[in-house]
């Protein structure tokens, strides 16, 4: 099908596109970054648009930033733009590498872009459980001003941000991770591209072989992505061992309140949730980004 | 709101003017504006690959693109491959490895494995099976593709091996 007919503007920058989503996003007007949900929702008439503020003629909001506490990615940095891990520094670009590649297939990653995955706030996006898990924080702009989010504030429910229709998101960012963490991700679906039944990202550090600072996040498994309170308190203190990881992932498949469709109990999401926080902790234990086992 | 917008799409080094209203894909605004009929259009939401086209040096889906969207890039179809009616050396490997049948899915096919081997020259085995995970083919079971694939990506391989004077 083809989308209902709408409006086009294409902003020269940010501001201008405040501008225009301030006078307009009462009628239905929406951001078109990457546009590779949008796109198909209006194609499939489950979504319109009054008009659409396209910010891909917008320069210089295509690379990501570095400071000396993390990276900032603004909106036209693509999924594709991660494969390389060169594009943050330390673990994190290993990280974002490993990850994106999960990202539907290889041509919507071209395309489409990790600030509008943070928008669009689908419960199985990677890079929304990325957010949660490494407590990103997302930087609105509207005419009013700025203001930022905490990753644990930002989701409503499933698709639902706290993000008002005025706002855009211009940058999300993300802390560095130090050169000895150990981290893993692991992520379930049918077929390859395919949208996560379940996903985990867990990451801790080592101090005299105890595990201190565990976070251990879930995806695709509630209306949207978090981390798990109760399973990172078995893993604070502990030494990494399958028992420890085993204790851990039954704890978060209890604490979890899954989705359920009609090919996918919800029973069968909170046993996916156990298999995957283990998996990702088991290949934690294996992390290679760290220059003291890679070297 | 349908009022048409008047802009110059950029395809295969050829400009076309295009009037079209602002919800036409690029993929339709090809075929039915430049009259570039090879890139084919199955699913029309981002699924299939049928109208996987390059643009700027991507591989995209040309379903989820707007026409108005790619005023100002340079957009390649399966119709830019051949030179001087010479097929490309991936067109030449389809048909020595018999990698299509029914012919559908071929120009979404070539156009996805060339914007990849352009962005990304030394992409690895696995990375090319992953890549044709991206695209439908109902005929061939995607043997014969990716023997095509390989045939090509050891070409180019062998060549950059010998640009920089390494043994090949």
Known sequence: MKAAPFDYFRPASLQEAAERLSVNSDDGAMILAGGQSLVPMMALRVAYASELIDLNAIKGIDTVSRSERGIAIPPLVRHADFHSSDVAPGPLGHVLATVSRHIAHYPIRQRGTFCGSLAHADPSSEWCLIAAALDAEIELLSVSGRRRIKAKDWWAGVMETVREPEEIIVAV??????????????????????????????????????????????????????????????????????????????????????????????????????????????????????????? | MSEKIEFSLKVNGTDFSIACPPRKTLADALREDCRLTGTHVGCEHGVCGACTVVVDGRAVRACLMFAVQAQGSEVRTVEGLAQNDVLSPLQQAFIDNHALQCGFCTPGFLMLINGAFERDPDICEDELTELLSSNLCRCTGYRNIARAVLQVADKLKARSELAVGKPS
């Not at chain 1, 949208?195 to 251990?216: D, S």
């Not at chain 1, 061992?241 to 704890?251: L, N, Q």
């Open chain 1, 173 to 295: 960012h993300l802390p560095l991770l130090p050169d000895d963490i150990q981290w893993g991700f692991y992520e379930f679906n049918r077929r390859a591209g395919d949208f996560a039944l379940g996903m985990a990202f867990c990451c801790y550090r080592l101090t005299e072989g105890l595990i201190t600072k565990p976070h251990v996040a879930l995806g695709g498994i509630e209306e949207y992505p978090r981390r798990i309170p109760e399973a990172e308190a078995v893993l604070e203190g502990a030494t990494p061992s399958a028992e420890v990881f085993g204790e851990a992932a039954r704890t978060a498949s209890k604490a979890v309140n899954p989705l359920e469709d009609p090919a996918t109990p919800a029973a069968y999401r909170r046993d996916l949730s156990a298999t995957v926080v283990r998996r990702a902790l088991t290949s934690a234990t294996q992390t290679k980004s760290s220059p003291a086992l890679s070297a």
